[in-house]
Nanobody, 119 residues
Framework: QVQLVESGGGSVQPGGSLRLSCAASGSIFSFNTMGWYRQAPGEQRELVATITSGGNTNYADSVKGRFTISRDNAQNTVYLQMNSLKPEETAVYYC?????????????WGQGTQVTVSS
């Protein structure tokens, strides 16, 4: 049973920083892609950033230059360093991990961690 356990969410003032972590367990395979999505109240879930096992990254335009995604393949852990946070980035942040097994994609999601940016 694959589990993704997130940590690091919380409340921060505008302009502040937070670091999210997500530890994946229960898979005998290495995850091809890991990343973070977020969902604000009344909005659809959206991509924040992803990173492949080879280190290729992809960011939403809105976070480029402020957020940094990284991963520790040996520990199956992905991190998201968020700087210069804005109030509109208040959302539940979800960890994502994807596997491709025999050509079939399988997606896993964490339970989400709340990030609140407010003065």
């Amino acid at each position: 049973q694959v589990q993704l356990v997130e940590s690091g969410g919380g409340s921060v003032q505008p302009g502040g920083s937070l670091r999210l972590s997500c530890a994946a367990s229960g898979s005998i395979f290495s995850f091809n892609t890991m990343g973070w999505y977020r969902q604000a109240p009344g909005e659809q879930r959206e991509l924040v950033a992803t990173i492949t096992s080879g280190g290729n990254t992809n960011y939403a335009d809105s976070v480029k230059g402020r957020f940094t995604i990284s991963r520790d393949n040996a520990q199956n852990t992905v991190y998201l360093q968020m700087n210069s946070l804005k109030p509109e980035e208040t959302a539940v942040y979800y960890c994502y991990a994807g596997l491709v097994i025999r050509g079939i994609g399988v997606d896993y999601w964490g339970q989400g961690t709340q990030v609140t940016v407010s003065s």
